[in-house]
């Protein structure tokens, strides 16, 4: 027994950290709004805003606490680390993200902060990655038309009548609505779930939607992240999407932890990602596809995480979404599969060029109606011609009753003339 306490720390400790990839999505946000005037807002539940799409104070506060517990868990990295090369944090070109990344960078790292540094270690993707990522309207036209298509998914349509049932008539009061077919779109829905959301993370008094139009607001909350969730995964992002947006991603993280195994000197040992929900939900959707892995919904200042486990001579993938350890595998099963699996540029100017008319989940509809088109027609065509051909045998055999043998040519006239 005294034995095995000796061995299960030495086993332990043998185990290490020796590369993080993170990538998190910014803090609670404003909602969106029109501020091009320079005006403030104020929102449909009544709450004041500054400036749309912005990060909020306690988003700020979020992302540095999430830096101090990455402090926590990567200081023997940390301590490891011989350049500031070894340190990478990209974010998008938004004010949240950037702000997020800042804040995030604070937390991990004290002395950056107090010598009010933080910034300079902070960089852009580049525009080929970013076109990647975000799937640019110019990059890849078909996405536009695949998320307006991708609107009318099952899915959707049934959080409509969810959200409709459990709360329908209290929303018709508070917008003032004539009946509920503003709950039936998806610009609406997004719009009153977007602000919501916002509201409710920053922790504004929302208690007058319950004491005035019999709302409990946890409960819409709750609906209303069911609907992100349900669009996030349907609408914004889905399988085929997931393999345009990774494909820039993955050989980066692989390459990183390639780089940590032969060694290579200055190799990056943190990598950062400071992005948006639909930046997240696609690695998310690429691991699903690979490993089988869930997928969870990322709320306001989620990270995905991927780590680089050396134990003696073996390397280990460990896949973490927040503190939750999802998945495990060594390292070359998790570089073959993942790069495997990954479009080719041929692949993705396919997609991103292709006309998009059909929805997946009604081509086959398209299909079948057309072959029952056809079918009916067909068949509709076979019983005429059985009528006809029925009818001329009856009209000979009673003009041959007649006593008008050898008058065929008479009998084929009249039929002529019937018809």
Not at 54 to 81: P, V
Not at 128 to 152: A, G, T
Not at 174 to 180: A, S
Not at 186 to 213: A, G, P, W
């Amino acid at each position: 027994m005294f034995i095995l306490f000796l061995i299960l720390p030495m086993t332990i400790i043998s185990e290490k950290i020796v590369f993080v990839f993170k990538h998190t999505r910014h803090g609670v946000r404003s909602p969106f709004f029109d501020d091009s005037n320079g005006k403030t807002y104020t929102d449909v539940f009544g709450m004041h805003w500054e400036k749309s799409g912005e990060l909020t104070g306690s988003g700020i506060s979020h992302a540095f606490s999430l830096g101090m517990k990455g402090h926590q868990k990567y200081k023997t990295l940390q301590d490891a680390m011989t350049s500031n090369s070894q340190l990478r944090i990209k974010t998008t070109n938004t004010s949240r993200t950037k702000r997020t990344a800042k804040s995030f960078l604070e937390g991990m790292f004290p002395s950056l902060f107090v010598k009010n540094i933080s910034s300079l270690f902070v960089e852009l993707f580049d525009e080929d990655e970013s076109n990647h990522l975000l799937l640019s309207e110019n990059f890849c036209p078909s996405y536009k038309k695949m998320r307006e298509y991708n609107k009318k998914h099952p899915a959707i349509q049934e959080m409509y009548k969810k959200i409709n049932d459990s709360f329908g008539e209290e929303l018709k009061l508070l917008f003032e609505e004539k009946n509920y077919d503003f709950l039936f779109n998806f610009e609406r829905v997004h719009q009153i779930c977007d602000t919501l959301i916002s509201d409710y993370e920053s922790y504004r008094n929302l208690t007058f939607l319950m004491k005035e139009y019999h709302i409990l607001a946890k409960s819409l909350y709750q609906m209303c992240i069911e609907f992100r969730n349900v669009s996030l995964f349907n609408v914004e992002t889905n399988a085929t999407i997931a393999n345009v947006a990774v494909v820039k991603t993955f050989p980066i993280i692989v390459q990183a932890m390639e780089d940590v195994i032969n060694n290579k000197p200055n190799h990056i040992k943190i990598l950062v990602y400071s992005g948006h929900d639909i930046m997240i939900a696609p690695m998310e959707m690429y691991l699903k596809k690979i490993f089988g892995t869930p997928l969870i919904y990322p709320h306001y200042g989620s990270n995905l995480n991927l780590k680089l486990i050396q134990n003696e001579n073996e390397f280990y993938v460990e896949y973490y979404f927040y503190d939750d350890l999802i998945y495990k595998t060594n390292f070359n099963n998790f570089k073959e599969k993942i790069l495997e699996g990954l479009w080719t540029n041929e692949e993705i100017s396919e997609f991103c060029n292709r006309d998009v008319k059909l929805t997946d989940f009604n081509f086959a509809l398209f299909i079948f109606v057309v072959c029952f088109i056809i079918f009916i027609s067909c068949a509709f065509s076979f019983f005429i011609y059985k009528y006809l051909k029925r009818k001329k045998i009856n009209k000979r055999k009673i003009f041959f009753e007649k006593g008008n043998e050898g008058n065929e040519l008479d009998f084929f006239n009249n039929i002529f003339f019937e018809i």
